[in-house]
């Protein structure tokens, strides 16, 4: 009976969950039929993550000590995760490092933001222990604590420069291009980078973003948006939400006390932390796809041992701790590839013009896919048991599978090599015509830097 009720209180949730993803879900259709410019970043990095410091943290802040608990989560679930959650998280940090990184640390800032997010959570988890934060009367005030990120976000922000790969192949400013390389390089030459950004320039046949309904008909990239689709819906199947949304329920059916779960949940916390910095600082030497297959192949072997030992419980004393273990393992499996590395080939996949909507497909099947694992997981609990875990077990495999024999390795590669390694699969040839005048800018080195050549600026006025 308490298991029913529990489910039925799950369900509950779920329905309040729902009209954010609705919101999200209509974002996206409209995006895709009216061909609109919502794009993770329709004027660059800084305006769009400024515009998101500045709402987000209203609903938490202004609303925690005046409306009831339940109102105050429900709208301010509906607007952190929708604005910061999905598109500054998920969209355009990602985006940003990926353009701005060097293509031999691409992996390692790629993974970044997975790990902060980690860490955020962590530290959200520690502010919630009974013994801190976690008392009924402290709510407002831990809800509130959102405002000091968002802050230094404002603050800091302002200070950074747009992505040099925007500004050059978009805005088509190689000043402003070289000023933002200088700025992020400290003391390389840029020479070489530049010429890069104008390879990548001459290989599209448009510097326009495309949208959604446009990524969707372009045949030259089937197979990237075919991957994006699979691995992304794939990371949110393969069972880590179903571990995230239930650990509690999980800890409590193991046989660990009611007054320990929260201690406990703080430690999987810590191994999120953990397990992504391992991949961070892993990725450049053994590449995207083995971290990836090792990691859900990690996961999938943990679904299968919290079957077995759900199934032998009753009859083998140690079995609880051996789905606990279990436990830890998903999550570290998941935190350490395809947490991070997803998010990373969505935006290494994709050449300038189609990452925008490559990211807002992503974003949009992590969320979908997250709701419904959120959703469907009670029922399928309960009509299938400890089996349930069998299904995120296949669903691992099923991915594990494509990225072996499909996604090629792109560790450091450039994003016109990445597209070339398709262009076979996708029966297209990559086409070359110039765009614009800052094709034909050429540097020359100057005190470590690149500069443009006066002569050449005087051809192109």
Same mark, same amino acid.
């Given at each position: 009976?308490?298991?029913?009720?529990?489910?039925?209180?799950?369900?509950?949730?779920?329905?309040?969950?729902?009209?954010?993803?609705?919101?999200?879900?209509?974002?996206?259709?409209?995006?895709?039929?009216?061909?609109?410019?919502?794009?993770?970043?329709?004027?660059?990095?800084?305006?769009?993550?400024?515009?998101?410091?500045?709402?987000?943290?209203?609903?938490?802040?202004?609303?925690?000590?005046?409306?009831?608990?339940?109102?105050?989560?429900?709208?301010?679930?509906?607007?952190?995760?929708?604005?910061?959650?999905?598109?500054?998280?998920?969209?355009?940090?990602?985006?940003?490092?990926?353009?701005?990184?060097?293509?031999?640390?691409?992996?390692?800032?790629?993974?970044?933001?997975?790990?902060?997010?980690?860490?955020?959570?962590?530290?959200?988890?520690?502010?919630?222990?009974? #013994?801190?934060?976690?008392? #009924? #009367?402290?709510?407002?005030?831990?809800?509130?604590?959102?405002?000091?990120?968002?802050?230094?976000?404002?603050?800091?922000?302002?200070?950074?420069?747009?992505?040099?790969?925007?500004?050059?192949?978009?805005?088509?400013?190689?000043?402003?291009?070289?000023?933002?390389?200088?700025?992020?390089?400290?003391?390389?030459?840029?020479?070489?980078?530049?010429?890069?950004?104008?390879? #990548?320039?001459?290989?599209?046949?448009?510097?326009?973003?495309?949208?959604?309904?446009?990524?969707? =008909?372009?045949?030259?990239?089937?197979?990237?948006?075919?991957?994006?689709?699979?691995?992304?819906?794939?990371?949110?199947?393969?069972?880590?939400?179903?571990?995230?949304?239930?650990?509690?329920?999980?800890?409590?059916?193991?046989?660990?006390?009611?007054?320990?779960?929260?201690?406990?949940?703080?430690?999987?916390?810590?191994?999120?932390?953990?397990?992504?910095?391992?991949?961070?600082?892993?990725?450049?030497?053994? &590449?995207?796809?083995?971290?990836?297959?090792?990691?859900?192949?990690?996961?999938?072997?943990?679904?299968?041992?919290?079957?077995?030992?759900?199934?032998?419980?009753?009859?083998?004393?140690?079995?609880?701790?051996?789905?606990?273990?279990?436990?830890?393992?998903?999550?570290?499996?998941?935190?350490? &590839?395809?947490?991070?590395?997803?998010?990373?080939?969505?935006?290494?996949?994709?050449?300038?013009?189609?990452?925008?909507?490559?990211?807002?497909? &992503?974003?949009?099947?992590?969320?979908?896919?997250?709701?419904?694992?959120?959703?469907?997981?009670?029922?399928?609990?309960?009509?299938?048991?400890?089996?349930?875990?069998?299904?995120?077990?296949?669903?691992?495999?099923?991915?594990?599978?494509?990225?072996?024999?499909?996604?090629?390795?792109? =560790?450091?590669?450039?994003?016109?090599?990445?597209?070339?390694?398709?262009?076979?699969?996708?029966?297209?040839?990559?086409?070359?015509?110039?765009?614009?005048?800052?094709?034909?800018?050429?540097?020359?080195?100057?005190?470590?830097?690149?500069?443009?050549?006066?002569?050449?600026?005087?051809?192109?006025?």
């Amino acid at each position: 009976m308490s298991f029913v009720l529990s489910a039925v209180q799950d369900l509950s949730l779920g329905f309040c969950l729902y009209p954010q993803l609705s919101g999200l879900f209509l974002c996206c259709l409209l995006q895709t039929v009216f061909n609109l410019r919502f794009t993770p970043c329709p004027s660059g990095f800084r305006d769009a993550a400024l515009t998101e410091a500045v709402y987000a943290p209203y609903p938490v802040s202004g609303s925690s000590y005046s409306l009831p608990p339940f109102v105050c989560l429900a709208g301010a679930r509906t607007c952190v995760v929708h604005r910061s959650g999905a598109r500054i998280s998920l969209s355009v940090v990602p985006m940003f490092l990926g353009e701005i990184a060097p293509k031999n640390l691409r992996g390692f800032l790629g993974l970044m933001p997975s790990i902060f997010i980690c860490l955020g959570v962590f530290i959200a988890q520690v502010l919630g222990l009974h #013994e801190i934060l976690g008392k #009924e #009367e402290f709510w407002p005030l831990l809800l509130s604590l959102v405002i000091l990120p968002t802050f230094i976000q404002l603050v800091f922000l302002s200070w950074f420069p747009e992505s040099p790969r925007y500004l050059l192949i978009e805005k088509q400013n190689i000043h402003a291009t070289i000023t933002a390389l200088k700025w992020h390089r400290v003391k390389c030459n840029i020479q070489a980078e530049v010429e890069e950004m104008q390879e #990548e320039q001459r290989t599209l046949t448009s510097v326009k973003t495309v949208s959604v309904l446009q990524l969707f =008909k372009d045949s030259s990239v089937r197979w990237q948006l075919i991957t994006i689709i699979v691995v992304n819906a794939g990371m949110q199947l393969s069972g880590i939400d179903a571990i995230w949304f239930y650990t509690n329920s999980i800890f409590e059916n193991a046989g660990i006390p009611a007054h320990q779960i929260q201690y406990t949940t703080v430690g999987t916390g810590a191994i999120e932390v953990i397990a992504g910095l391992i991949g961070c600082f892993i990725i450049e030497r053994v &590449g995207r796809r083995p971290l990836m297959i090792a990691g859900l192949s990690f996961m999938c072997i943990c679904c299968a041992g919290i079957t077995f030992s759900l199934q032998l419980q009753t009859h083998v004393s140690f079995m609880h701790y051996i789905s606990v273990i279990c436990v830890v393992g998903i999550i570290a499996g998941f935190c350490i &590839g395809p947490a991070g590395v997803s998010l990373l080939l969505t935006g290494e996949l994709f050449k300038q013009s189609h990452r925008p909507a490559a990211y807002i497909v &992503g974003g949009f099947l992590n969320w979908i896919s997250n709701f419904t694992v959120g959703f469907v997981f009670p029922f399928l609990q309960m009509s299938a048991g400890a089996f349930c875990y069998l299904v995120f077990c296949g669903v691992c495999v099923g991915v594990v599978l494509y990225v072996y024999f499909v996604v090629p390795e792109t =560790k450091n590669k450039t994003f016109v090599e990445i597209s070339q390694m398709f262009a076979l699969k996708n029966s297209h040839e990559i086409e070359k015509e110039p765009l614009a005048i800052t094709d034909q800018l050429s540097l020359k080195k100057m005190n470590g830097y690149g500069s443009v050549v006066s002569a050449d600026l005087e051809k192109s006025c």
